[in-house]
């Protein structure tokens, strides 16, 4: 009997009434991230480029979140059209790109989620979890309907191209990342600075121009309910290993 996938990030968003909540699953671990999509949030990111994640890890917190109704999406290290090609075989059906800062590069993106002739991605789908080793009918001239993919903006430069990368066809959405904004705005440190505020709302406003949701990194609770009034679709509230670096601080303010 054919196996059925789960809706992609692109399809939730859409048909959600609010903004969806996230979590970052930076430990790679896959217990962690087990109670992360058992806590009730909305999506976990799986975050590849700026913790040790590696392929094995990515696949095992796959697999475990996916006992759970939370929807994982993937952050891959760099837009690279082998490393896409790798976790999108994995199974992971929702894929965020960093440091896109042009439509030119966004477009590169589009195309390594992409099966020829419209994109370069690599064909393996009866070898790999991404078609259930051939259980999933028709995987392959379903593949776009299977995936979604988002880019992340941050950087001045990609702030200035907002519009224009939102409006690629086969980007399903836009997230801003404001701590390597601020770096990249001089301001190293200070994501909740002014400027760099206004810059992600600049932002939030060019993307939804072009018909698209954004999202955004915000741990500050005030920080990210002011990002949600001002458009945001969906928002990074937290982070496995900020929660436990900030509540086991507190046990040892009261204990040790």
Request: with cysteine; charged share 20%.
């Amino acid at each position: 009997m054919p196996l059925r996938l789960t809706e992609t990030f692109r399809d939730r968003l859409a048909g959600s009434p609010r903004p969806l909540a996230g979590l970052w699953a930076c430990a790679g671990s896959s217990v962690v991230t087990e109670i992360l999509a058992g806590s009730g949030i909305d999506w976990v990111l799986i975050d590849m480029e700026h913790s040790p994640n590696g392929l094995e890890s990515t696949l095992a917190q796959l697999q475990t979140v996916a006992a759970y109704p939370t929807t994982p999406v993937v952050r891959v290290p760099i837009g690279d059209v082998v490393t896409i090609k790798q976790v999108l075989d994995l199974g992971a059906q929702n894929v965020l790109v960093p440091m896109i800062s042009s439509a030119a590069e966004a477009e590169d993106a589009v195309a390594a989620v992409r099966y020829p002739p419209r994109g370069r991605r690599g064909v393996g789908s009866a070898l790999a979890r991404s078609a259930r080793w051939n259980r999933v009918e028709d995987y392959l001239q379903d593949a776009d309907r299977h995936t979604s993919l988002f880019v992340q903006i941050e950087t001045a430069e990609a702030v200035d191209a907002a519009a224009d990368i939102a409006a690629v066809d086969g980007v399903d959405g836009v997230f801003v990342g404001p701590s390597d904004l601020a770096a990249s705005m001089g301001l190293l440190g200070q994501q909740t600075h002014p400027e760099v505020a206004a810059a992600v709302r600049r932002t939030f406003d060019a993307v939804r121009s072009a018909g698209k949701p954004v999202g955004v990194n915000a741990f500050d609770p005030a920080v990210a309910r002011a990002y949600v009034e001002a458009g945001a679709s969906f928002v990074l509230v937290g982070a496995d290993v900020q929660i436990l670096a900030r509540a086991s601080e507190a046990f040892a303010a009261d204990w040790a």
